[in-house]
T-cell receptor
Framework: DADVTQTPRNRITKTGKRIMLECSQT?????MYWYRQDPGLGLRLIYY???????NKGEISDGYSVSRQAQAKFSLSLESAIPNQTALYFC????????????FGDGTRLSIL | GQQLNQSPQSMFIQEGEDVSMNCTSS?????WLWYKQDPGEGPVLLIA?????ELTSNGRLTAQFGITRKDSFLNISASIPSDVGIYFC????????????FGKGTKLTVNP
């Protein structure tokens, strides 16, 4: 079983719809992250959370919100989806200790028509 | 702000050739990570570098943390078809926030 699980893996929806992407992890890590990947732009950080009561904006948080429901769960919401939010979305986790690598899920491919 | 340059953007090589890619930055980092992403999957950690000047190998992969702490390179020796994918450098920012900064990736194609 994957250590970092993202659901759904693929989603097609329409402009204006509310969408939630979910991430759960079995690694026992405190820190969780949401990234967006667009062709030629690498991965860009949307939001991150260092523990259940901690939420921080990343580089491109506008149009997104997150919820850290438990240590193992971190969800990303698009309140009113727009076509330029079509992208590949990744969840990642890392340990509490400093400078630890992040471990990624397999991504959610989101298409907004 | 931080500027991170990864090059080359893409490489087309023959099986058996060696590959080299690098990342340079205007900022100093404590840690350099190298990830590989296969199509349809998330990035997977290849090598982590924690000290300036450190040279680390993982099979046919070798990476070095530059002594200025502003750069790193990744070499792949004797490439094989399964090396195909996108390679990212990802240094960690300092100061406790420990967010990864990703390069834009090097897309590697290996012709059998």
């Amino acid at each position: 079983d994957a250590d970092v699980t993202q659901t759904p893996r693929n989603r097609i929806t329409k402009t204006g719809k509310r969408i939630m992407l979910e991430c759960s992890q079995t690694k026992g890590h405190d820190r969780m992250y949401w990234y967006r990947q667009d062709p030629g732009l690498g991965l860009r950080l949307i939001y991150y959370s260092f523990d259940v009561k901690d939420i921080n904006k990343g580089e491109i948080s506008d149009g997104y919100s997150v919820s850290r429901q438990a240590q193992a769960k971190f969800s990303l919401s698009l309140e009113s989806a727009i076509p330029n939010q079509t992208a590949l979305y990744f969840c990642a986790t890392s340990d509490f200790y400093g400078n630890q690598p992040q471990h990624f899920g397999d991504g959610t491919r989101l298409s907004i028509l | 702000g931080q500027q991170l340059n990864q090059s080359p953007q893409s490489m087309f090589i023959q099986e058996g050739e060696d590959v080299s890619m690098n990342c340079t930055s205007s900022s100093i980092f404590n840690t350099w990570l190298w990830y590989k992403q296969d199509p349809g999957e998330g990035p997977v950690l290849l090598i982590a570098l924690y000290k300036a000047g450190e040279l680390t190998s993982n099979g046919r992969l070798t990476a070095q943390f530059g002594i200025t702490r502003k750069d790193s390179f990744l070499n792949i020796s004797a490439s094989i078809p399964s090396d195909v994918g996108i390679y990212f450098c990802a240094p960690l920012t300092q100061g406790g926030s420990e967010k990864l900064v990703f390069g834009k990736g090097t897309k590697l194609t290996v012709n059998p």
